[in-house]
């Protein structure tokens, strides 16, 4: 499909819309300008601190859809070379004030998640913490193809999602089936667990139920 033409009152930048886009009928960016996004819980997410606690982030690391940058922050604070992307240009704009803020070294990049292979970059491990699960099931694949091309063989994608798995289900539950057909034997990738865990957001401590799926560049 052809993109729209950029121009300065383009919300989107020149990019296609993402189906979340065209749905909700508001940018990405949107979601930051009126204060903290639900998400936004100004912190790491429990689970990607337990992961980085045992050593499962190989550097250089890519955190797609960065959002605030609260992940990559911490996976940079702990020495990793760490390049956080986002559409949101709010979200990448509070993301460089923390980490001026902080002192800590992490790269902040417009780009789109459907386009990886602009950057013209190599990642180790690849974190998409709540992005994948915005995604359609047209996106799924273009998104998988889009990571696998900045990925190293061998390399680890963990993607964090909402479950269809109670109790607590966010909004966009995502089946084991689906992220098993998505990085499934189609495509560069193979998947190596899916596990239960829970994403934090704003408005409720005790998380929704989530799942962990380690993936593996094939
Ligand atoms: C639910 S938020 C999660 C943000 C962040 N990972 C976090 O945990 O706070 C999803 C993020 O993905 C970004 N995003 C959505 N579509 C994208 C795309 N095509 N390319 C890059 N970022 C995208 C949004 O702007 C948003 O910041």
New binding site residues.
């Given amino acids: 499909m052809s993109q729209p033409p950029e121009t300065s009152d383009d919300p989107f930048h020149g990019r296609r819309p ?1 189906s ?1 886009e065209r749905m909700s009928g508001r940018p ?1 960016d949107a ?1 930051y300008e009126d204060g903290p ?1 639900p ?2 819980m100004g912190g790491p ?1 429990p689970a990607v601190v337990r992961l980085a606690s045992r050593g499962a982030f190989e550097g250089p690391v890519l ?6 940058g ?2 990559a922050l911490h996976l940079a604070s702990l020495g990793l070379e760490v390049v956080g ?4 240009g709010t ?1 990448l704009e509070i993301a460089r004030a923390k980490a001026a803020d902080r002192g800590i070294d992490v790269e902040l990049l417009t ?4 386009a990886l292979q602009d950057l013209g970059r190599r990642f180790g491990t690849v974190l998409d ?3 994948f699960h ?1 995604c359609d099931e047209e996106e799924r694949p273009r998104y998988a193809a889009s990571v696998a091309s900045v990925t190293e063989q061998g390399g680890t994608l963990f993607v964090l999602c909402f479950s269809d798995a109670g109790p607590g289900s966010g909004p966009h539950p995502v089946s084991q089936d689906s992220l098993r057909a998505t990085f499934g034997r189609r495509s560069d990738w193979e998947v190596a667990t899916i596990a239960r865990e829970r994403i934090h957001t704003r408005f409720d401590d005790a998380g929704a139920s989530a799942w962990l799926a380690t993936i593996t560049r094939v």
């Fill in positions: 993402t979340h990405w979601s996004a998400w936004d997410q955190d797609a859809g960065c959002g605030t609260e992940n992307v986002d559409v949101a979200a780009a789109d998640a459907f913490c709540g992005l915005t």
